[in-house]
């Protein structure tokens, strides 16, 4: 019987369960971050479109695609079902495309438009391409597991630039908050090194360790996961605390957003582990 591993790609019997496991343990890892990201999007967007009272049908759009992500990557991940998911990531990505439409849309159609008003208190215009990037990885992870060349490079440019965009969303927020919390400026100090030595290693495309690289997104990852529990704190600073939590969970830090960061990073690192095995 095939074990896994043995095989590019193996496909044997447990009872009644097929397996059929991924080509390369970094197309698991690729799996794991377009389902923590697609997490991340469903209750971030869930709180968000809460708020706007779903006024707009098509603001149910990124939950489906969302929810529809996370399981798809999940089954992917643990080599369950038929095999890679194509039409659910790309479906994902299309609405997070789609949603970056309407968010502009919203912004410019108010009074001021291009303003810092409007970038602070309307819809999000950059939420959206993270819905996106959970559909490419997902669809990144299902090429790595059938052999693509060149892989590495490609998902170390698509995550330097994923990074960039979420410093980016992070900063805008922060901002917002007058970073009145010193803590605030790690998002957008620490990972933005991270994002340049991931454009780094595309460029070069060399099969280096990168050990800095490695190190640096890891501390990324750390970022994603201790800015949750700094969001709690900060939910729980708001009027009222955890006993107003209806008001404080849509008004307050979003606590589903940070780990974006982690899962961008556990993207960086199987990124550049495929381009150290496609030299």
């Given at each position: 019987?095939?074990?896994?591993?043995s095989?590019?790609?193996?496909e044997?019997?447990?009872?009644?369960?097929v397996?059929d496991?991924?080509?390369?343990p970094?197309?698991?890892?690729?799996?794991a971050?377009?389902g923590?990201?697609?997490?991340?999007v469903?209750l971030?967007s869930?709180?968000?479109?809460?708020?706007?009272?779903?006024?707009?049908?098509?603001?149910s759009?990124?939950?489906?695609?969302?929810?529809?992500?996370?399981?798809?990557?999940?089954?992917?991940a643990?080599g369950?079902?038929?095999?890679?998911r194509r039409?659910?990531?790309a479906?994902?990505a299309?609405?997070?495309v789609?949603g970056l439409?309407f968010?502009?849309?919203?912004?410019?159609k108010?009074?001021?438009?291009l303003?810092?008003?409007?970038?602070?208190y309307a819809?999000p215009?950059g939420?959206p391409?993270a819905?996106s990037?959970?559909g490419?990885?997902g669809?990144?992870?299902?090429?790595?597991?059938r052999?693509w060349?060149?892989?590495?490079?490609?998902?170390s440019?698509?995550v330097a630039?994923?990074?960039?965009?979420?410093v980016?969303e992070?900063?805008?927020l922060?901002?917002r908050?007058?970073?009145q919390?010193?803590f605030?400026?790690?998002?957008?100090?620490?990972p933005?090194?991270?994002?340049?030595l991931m454009?780094r290693?595309a460029?070069?495309?060399?099969p280096?360790?990168?050990p800095?690289t490695r190190?640096w997104?890891g501390v990324?990852?750390?970022?994603g996961?201790a800015?949750v529990?700094f969001?709690?704190?900060g939910?729980?600073r708001?009027?009222?605390?955890?006993r107003?939590?209806?008001q404080?969970l849509?008004?307050?830090p979003?606590?589903?957003?940070?780990?974006?960061?982690?899962a961008?990073a556990i993207?960086?690192?199987?990124?550049?582990?495929?381009q150290e095995?496609?030299?």
């Open positions: 019987m095939a074990t896994p591993g095989l590019r790609r193996s044997y019997r447990m009872g009644e369960i397996v496991w991924p080509a390369r970094q197309a698991r890892g690729l799996y971050a377009a923590l990201l697609a997490l991340s469903l971030d869930a709180v968000e479109h809460y708020r706007g009272e779903f006024r707009n049908p098509a603001m759009a990124p939950l489906v695609a969302s929810a529809a992500t996370l399981g798809a990557a999940a089954l992917d643990a369950r079902g038929g095999g890679p039409a659910v990531y479906a994902a299309a609405v997070g789609a439409g968010h502009a849309f919203n912004i410019l108010r009074p001021g438009k303003s810092w008003a409007n970038a602070f819809a215009v939420a391409a819905l990037l959970a490419l990885l669809l990144a992870a299902g090429a790595a597991r052999g060349r060149g892989a590495g490079r490609k998902l440019a698509l630039a994923g990074l960039a965009g979420t980016g992070a900063g805008l922060h901002f908050g007058s970073f919390n010193p605030m400026w790690v998002p957008v100090s620490l933005p090194v991270g994002a340049a454009a290693a460029a070069q495309g060399d280096r360790r990168h800095l190190a997104l990324t990852a750390a970022i996961l800015g529990g969001h709690i704190f939910v729980s708001a009027m009222g605390g955890w107003n939590w209806s404080n849509i008004d307050g979003p606590i589903p957003a940070p780990p974006a960061f982690t961008l993207a960086g690192l199987a990124a550049l582990t495929l095995a496609d030299a």
